[in-house]
């Protein structure tokens, strides 16, 4: 069988998850022996598909310049014909849901939807933004689409009608973070004070906010630990004025950024990973909390449960009342905090590429 990757996700992100998981995807999928894969992405500004196989991929990187995604897309659509016509593949997966992915006539269309949160939340988009046009046309025009969660699927068939036999759940994979030993010292930062991490962007319903409203009201937490934020960019003007608002010492909260060996090392180092989202399409940063022995706290909302399991302390991510309890219940418990632990090494072990691209690979069987 042979299978084609479009160009889309690597002529917009230099890094990222969706092009994470089309790179880890295709060299899994490469070591099936009846499988010829190729990753048509003529022009790409993306750095894990140059570190990918050459053998893998049709195309060449070009440096990241500001406001060419759009030329890069034209001509991708144009460069893409001619070797993916030669390559005759049996299944063409598409990588995001813009309209410019060029299909043989005889070959499949596959498309993977990564979350429904443009068409779940207004103030993010609506059915009638333009990437949920183009997400609804992509998932009609699909012989099969494939949603990274169950409750994704759900939400999908929720929101749009389509036929359930064609859409299927396959859970992404994960690659265990090594750590430095550099913060080995449980919860405790390089200065010794115990901190809370809080990962990734923070606007909307990510709910950082409302973390910080439940952290504010415990006495406890605010004289026993700091927060700290790792990426998701410079706290903002807005952020400081709720943190002054909340009463909480503008030293409490903390914000830091760099590569996944610092992050690692800072998961292995918190008192606790807490995660207040209101909404993932899957969620990787449980799972990367777990590989390095960091209790889990979150959300019990969409995926998140599906992929956690009960390897975390939950709490309902509306009720500020919850989050605060559901922090105090286990940073107070060293008991409850080991537990979680040992339930979460081995919950991560479940999500591997290997089962990801196998499960992929029966879904592009039933096409063929």
Not at 65 to 71: D, G, H, Q, S, V
Request: hydrophobic share 40%; with cysteine.
């Amino acid at each position: 069988m042979r299978i084609a990757f479009d160009s889309q996700i690597f002529s917009m992100q230099k890094y990222g998850g969706i092009s994470r998981y089309i790179c880890s995807l295709a060299q899994e999928l490469s070591l099936h022996s009846s499988v010829d894969v190729r990753v048509v992405a003529p022009l790409h500004i993306n750095s894990y598909l140059s570190a990918l196989p050459a053998t893998l991929v049709l195309g060449q990187k070009l440096p990241a310049i500001p406001n060419t995604a759009k030329l890069l897309y034209a001509a991708n659509l144009a460069l893409s014909w001619p070797p993916t016509k030669y390559f005759r593949p049996n299944i063409v997966h598409q990588t995001y849901y813009l309209p410019i992915t060029y299909v043989p006539k005889g070959a499949g269309r596959v498309v993977t939807v990564y979350d429904m949160i443009h068409e779940r939340f207004s103030s993010i988009g609506s059915l009638n933004s333009r990437l949920s046009i183009w997400k609804k046309q992509a998932i009609l025009q699909a012989d099969h689409v494939i949603c990274i969660s169950e409750n994704t699927r759900r939400d999908l068939l929720d929101i749009f009608e389509i036929d359930e036999s064609k859409v299927s759940a396959v859970h992404l994979g994960f690659e265990r973070f090594v750590a430095p030993m550099s913060l080995s010292n449980r919860g405790r930062e390089q200065d010794g004070n115990p901190y809370i991490l809080y990962v990734g962007e923070r606007s909307g319903y990510k709910n950082f906010s409302g973390f910080l409203r439940a952290f504010s009201n415990s006495p406890w937490l605010r004289q026993n630990f700091r927060v700290i934020c790792f990426g998701g960019g410079s706290l903002q003007a807005n952020e400081h004025r709720l943190i002054s608002d909340l009463g909480i010492p503008e030293h409490q909260v903390g914000q830091i950024g760099g590569g996944d060996d610092k992050l690692a090392a800072y998961y292995r180092g918190a008192a606790a990973f807490v995660y207040p989202s209101c909404y993932e399409g899957f969620g990787i940063p449980p799972l990367e909390a777990m590989s390095l022995d960091c209790p889990v706290i979150c959300s019990n909302t969409s995926s998140i449960p599906e992929v956690v399991g009960a390897a975390a302390e939950y709490f309902d991510p509306h009720d500020s009342d919850s989050i605060r309890s559901a922090l105090e219940r286990a940073l107070g418990s060293p008991e409850r905090c080991r537990e979680l632990v040992t339930l979460g090494r081995e919950r991560y072990t479940r999500f591997t590429w290997g089962r990801c691209a196998d499960a992929t690979m029966e879904m592009y069987r039933s096409l063929s």
